[in-house]
T-cell receptor, first 112, second 114 residues
Framework: QKEVEQNSGPLSVPEGAIASLNCTYS??????FFWYRQYSGKSPELIMS????GDKEDGRFTAQLNKASQYVSLLIRDSQPSDSATYLC????????????FGAGTRLAVHP | DVKVTQSSRYLVKRTGEKVFLECVQD?????MFWYRQDPGLGLRLIYF???????EKGDIPEGYSVSREKKERFSLILESASTNQTSMYLC?????????????FGPGTRLTVL
């Protein structure tokens, strides 16, 4: 069974701090990795995708991928209360053909 | 903007009823998906479809069936609803091709089976 693991949280950070969200996956052949944000009562929306080892930055968000350690993370700089949400890690496993595997999500709470 | 709509936001049904959940997307996406989301378990794939009349089982297809007669519409059917099918149901769609990885989600249907 291919798995994606996340700490459920809540991860509580003060406004302006860096929030660090982590995800590990079991399928070593996975090639595509995604972070979705889900506000309470809403549907998930894609915020970052990463396909190769290293860092990918988009505004205040940085995704980091380490395939050797089967680890992907999301850093949120200058965290804002509006970043409070559940962050879902999703992985496209080898031979997945569009079938993403989602982690259970980490709840982030940014307090003023 | 891609729009994925679902027929109901909230639904209450009784055990044994047949339940239809409908999803419509307006961007000509080939692929459509049905997930359920439960606390602590994340999103789990029930069924997906990569073309009209084509379907494939996901990770938890038991107790569900699907129908895709038109490209824009993907229906999830609970033949005989049970209380363990109380959940949030999310539909998603995406284009085919390795360059198109984003799945676009509908607003969800919160189903309660009494």
């Amino acid at each position: 069974q291919k798995e994606v693991e996340q700490n459920s949280g809540p991860l509580s950070v003060p406004e302006g701090a860096i929030a660090s969200l982590n995800c590990t996956y079991s399928d070593r052949g996975s090639q595509s990795f995604f972070w979705y944000r889900q506000y309470s009562g809403k549907s998930p929306e894609l915020i970052m995708s990463i396909y190769s080892n290293g860092d990918k930055e988009d505004g205040r968000f940085t995704a980091q991928l380490n395939k050797a350690s089967q680890y992907v993370s999301l850093l949120i700089r200058d965290s804002q209360p509006s970043d409070s949400a559940t962050y879902l890690c999703a992985v496209l496993p080898s031979g997945g053909y569009n079938k993403l595997i989602f982690g259970a999500g980490t709840r982030l709470a940014v307090h003023p | 903007d891609v729009k994925v709509t679902q027929s109901s936001r909230y639904l209450v049904k009784r055990t044994g009823e047949k339940v239809f959940l409908e999803c419509v997307q307006d961007m000509d996406h080939e692929n459509m998906f049905w997930y359920r989301q439960d606390p602590g378990l994340g999103l789990r794939l029930i069924y997906f479809s990569y073309d009209v009349k084509m379907k494939e089982k996901g990770d938890i297809p038991e107790g569900y069936s699907v129908s895709r007669e038109k490209k824009e519409r993907f229906s999830l059917i609970l033949e005989s609803a049970s209380t363990n099918q109380t959940s949030m149901y999310l539909c998603a769609s995406k284009l085919s091709g390795a360059a198109y990885n984003e799945q676009f989600f509908g607003p969800g249907t919160r189903l309660t089976v009494l």
